[in-house]
């Protein structure tokens, strides 16, 4: 018999030998080994018992759940972020109420923007919205500054002086971002990746006339505040210059 006529006769018998009920993934796995149905000794190893790298798959599991957190902190939003224009201090005041009536126990702020973008000033109408009567400082000196309220501890940090992520640490800041308090973080790029991701990131900017903001949500619950901030601000009158 000749070698093609006999390697046709061998693929033949292979394939009748395989049940009818086979999976399909098996299925794919015996095309494979009847190409090379020559070589017997190569079906072996197709048709064999899978064994499961237990230690293999728990590092991919992992490994998932660490890409899935990164994207919930890295911009992956179920609804946009919300933008606008702040033509006076005024509107700037607004949105600090509007934002005041959204916020829960245990949000962490970063506000962004350049000096003079009118960072403190949206923390001072929130604090002041939420009941606050003491003076609203810039904790550009202390780093942080604490206004415990009826309804939660606000701390406001301002990391504009440090000179590297290392004084983070150094600081023993961590301890106060907890379920029960709420963090507005100014200049959080200058703390680096040590600091606890935002929920909401605010950034502020100044161009020509008024300022412009936009806020995003970048956690579940961001998202949440987002939805209520834009409740809020429906139910106030509008920023002048309008948001979106």
Same mark, same amino acid.
């Given at each position: 018999?000749?070698?093609?006529?006999?390697?046709?006769?061998?693929?033949?018998?292979?394939?009748?030998?395989?049940?009818?009920?086979?999976?399909?993934?098996?299925?794919?796995?015996?095309?494979?080994?009847?190409?090379?149905?020559?070589?017997?000794?190569?079906?072996?190893?197709?048709?064999?018992?899978?064994?499961?790298?237990?230690?293999?798959?728990?590092?991919?599991?992992?490994?998932?759940?660490?890409?899935?957190?990164?994207?919930?902190?890295?911009?992956?939003?179920?609804?946009?972020?919300?933008?606008?224009?702040?033509?006076?201090?005024?509107?700037?005041?607004?949105?600090?109420?509007?934002? *005041?009536? /959204?916020?829960? =126990? $245990?949000?962490? #702020?970063?506000?962004?923007?350049? !000096?003079? @973008?009118?960072?403190? +000033?949206?923390?001072?109408?929130?604090?002041?919205?939420?009941?606050?009567?003491?003076?609203?400082?810039?904790?550009?000196?202390?780093?942080?500054?604490?206004?415990?309220?009826?309804?939660?501890?606000?701390?406001?940090?301002?990391?504009?002086?440090?000179?590297?992520?290392?004084?983070?640490?150094?600081?023993?800041?961590?301890?106060?971002?907890?379920?029960?308090?709420?963090?507005?973080?100014?200049?959080?790029?200058? *703390?680096? /990746?040590?600091? =606890? $991701?935002?929920? #909401?990131?605010?950034?502020?900017? !100044?161009? @020509?006339?008024?300022? +412009?903001?936009?806020?995003?949500?970048?956690?579940?619950?961001?998202?949440?505040?987002?939805?209520?901030?834009?409740?809020?601000?429906?139910?106030?009158?509008?920023?002048?210059?309008?948001?979106?």
């Amino acid at each position: 018999m000749r070698a093609g006529a006999a390697d046709a006769v061998a693929c033949h018998i292979i394939h009748a030998a395989v049940p009818a009920t086979i999976e399909p993934r098996e299925e794919a796995r015996l095309r494979v080994a009847e190409i090379g149905a020559g070589d017997p000794h190569l079906l072996e190893p197709e048709l064999a018992t899978p064994r499961l790298d237990s230690s293999r798959e728990l590092r991919r599991i992992r490994t998932f759940e660490s890409r899935v957190r990164m994207h919930i902190t890295d911009g992956n939003r179920s609804i946009p972020p919300l933008t606008g224009h702040l033509g006076d201090e005024a509107a700037t005041w607004t949105l600090g109420a509007a934002l *005041a009536a /959204a916020l829960e =126990p $245990g949000l962490v #702020l970063y506000l962004q923007g350049d !000096l003079g @973008a009118g960072k403190t +000033t949206l923390v001072r109408a929130c604090l002041l919205s939420l009941g606050c009567r003491e003076k609203v400082k810039s904790p550009s000196y202390t780093l942080v500054e604490l206004y415990p309220l009826s309804s939660l501890d606000f701390y406001h940090f301002d990391f504009y002086r440090f000179n590297s992520p290392g004084e983070w640490d150094a600081a023993g800041f961590r301890e106060y971002f907890d379920s029960a308090a709420v963090c507005a973080v100014e200049w959080p790029e200058k *703390a680096g /990746a040590r600091l =606890p $991701g935002p929920d #909401l990131r605010i950034r502020l900017g !100044l161009p @020509a006339y008024g300022r +412009t903001f936009e806020i995003a949500a970048e956690s579940e619950r961001g998202v949440r505040c987002l939805s209520r901030l834009r409740e809020s601000m429906a139910r106030s009158r509008p920023l002048p210059g309008g948001s979106a």
